[in-house]
């Protein structure tokens, strides 16, 4: 069972190479976990060292859920702690579920259609430059 959450991972840990250098750092920790741990049935050495590559698994997944927390809430989805970028990435995911300047689809729109908050509005980039819409341009009630 363990092996086969190995090679899980291992295709969890291909996908997450197009997303930063933390997130793929800690797929491969998690399998190089997993493979050892099945591995360290048999032998108590693979085992133990299986349990130190498990403690850096959890050490970057802690390091992990704090910079994408600190990012998102105090650097406003800018890089305040750095995650670490693949040069080679051109189609690099933006990390956040909202990116400013992108336009909300019709479901979004149809679903936000009716709401008391006037607070939220349609997404563009000349409303990222904090330049707000008149009230008509506002979601209708």
């Not at 997303?19 to 190089?32: C, E, G, Q, V």
């Not at 970028?85 to 009716?114: C, D, W």
């Amino acid at each position: 069972m363990l092996a086969l959450m190995g090679i899980f991972t291992f295709v969890m840990w291909l996908c997450t190479l197009k997303m930063n250098a933390t997130i793929s750092l800690l797929f491969f920790l998690l399998m190089s976990t997993f493979c050892l741990l099945a591995g360290g049935v048999e032998n108590d050495t693979v085992d133990k060292a299986a349990g130190w590559v498990g403690m850096a698994t959890a050490a970057t997944a802690y390091w992990l859920g704090a910079a994408e927390l600190i990012n998102d809430v105090i650097g406003g989805g800018h890089d305040t702690i750095p995650l670490g970028r693949f040069q080679s990435n051109r189609y690099m995911f933006s990390g956040a579920i909202h990116v400013p300047g992108r336009t909300q689809s019709e479901g979004q729109r149809q679903a936000l259609k009716g709401t008391k908050m006037k607070h939220l509005r349609r997404s563009s980039a000349t409303y990222g430059k904090g330049e707000y819409p008149a009230e008509e341009e506002m979601l209708p009630e």
